[in-house]
């Protein structure tokens, strides 16, 4: 945005031209008309909340997935482990950070774009890894990767996808990470990674964080439809996993075929085996944070699984200073949890994050609207990154200073 925009946005407030509303259209005709919409559809594409105007926010968008899904999905992808105090404190641990920006910086013009190992994106926002996309929107995934790629970003894909690596890689070109949840038949883990480097995946993601506790998905009894669960054991690689099953025998073989007693040598046979670069997630220790650098991962996503996991745990940007302080520069540092706003952006950033990466927003634009709803919640995060950015008079990306931040 140049300094003409930015004046426009000051005397007209929302609605600059070549922002939101042409960047609208253009996404419009590039996701075309949908035929597979579910339910409350017309009215994400009336608008946003609920009263058909079009999303300025994510909240807003947040909203129209809830109308746009069945109770059960939408809680699934809205709520945390227990008392949700983690997933709480993801939010307010942000609201609580104050920015202090400097007057006068004479900067006119932004470059959002950055690069995560290596990979040049065009803005510091990636889409984190989220399991079942499919119980979204019938595209899932193939959705998303579209978006992604369009949007110029990354795109984390969960071992639980519910579409394989083949199917994602054959949907977009673009740059993708794989999260992997172990099986435990290492010739399956073997084999998934093997094809997960065919099909020109960037790097390789291991999510440590277990023990998910989520009361509303068991009141809810959410779970896969069994065609669901069928595929995506399938698509992982348990080849003995078939429709000919009762429901209970997949339940129980997926009960069964993960790994989920890791340790850090884990991370040496994996090593071993692939020559991409290597991330944890779930890293909120500095210990851990140290062993990782020792066994030369390449990146390190500070997370708590967006509150998912043991509730209790701090929100992860008060995580993200103590890591990135142990860690300097011998890894890449990103976070995730709780980034709803663009200035949520800039305070990771301000914080030493290299990019952070959205779940729950992105799952809720993929609900709300498919692709197109995956690039509109993109697009309003790097419109208001941009507006953070501008006020803050920083040009670029590597001019997000810990100044910035009041303490
Ligand atoms: C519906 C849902 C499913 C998720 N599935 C996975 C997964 O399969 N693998 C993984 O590593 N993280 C998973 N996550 C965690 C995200 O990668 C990310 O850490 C989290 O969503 C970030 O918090 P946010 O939702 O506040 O942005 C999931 C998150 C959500 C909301």
Redesign the pocket.
Known sequence: MDRRLFTQLLTLGAGVPGLGHAADQKQEAVAGPRTDKPAGDDATRSGGGSAGQEPVNVEDVTALAKEALPRATFD??STGSADEITLRE?IAAFRRIRVLPPLLKGVSKVDLSTTVLKQRISLPIML?????QRMYHPQGALAVARAAVAAGTVFGV???ATNSVEEIAAASRGPKWF?LYVPKDRAVTRQLVQRVERTGFKAIIV?VDLGEWKDADRRNRFALPKEMLVKHLRDVGFDQVSNKMSYQEVFAFNERAWDISLSWEFFEWLRSITKLPLLI?GVLRQQDAEKAVSLGLDGIVV?N??G?RLDGMPASIDRLSDIVEVVGDRAEVYM????RRGTDVLKALALGARAV?????Y?WGLAANGEAGVRKVIELLREETLNAMLTSGCAKVADIERSLIMT
């Open positions: 699934y992808i993801n984190a890894p989220v399991a079942a969960s071992s639980s999260q999510t997630k997370s699984h967006g998912r995730d949890g709780g980034v990466l959205i779940g729950r927003p799952a």
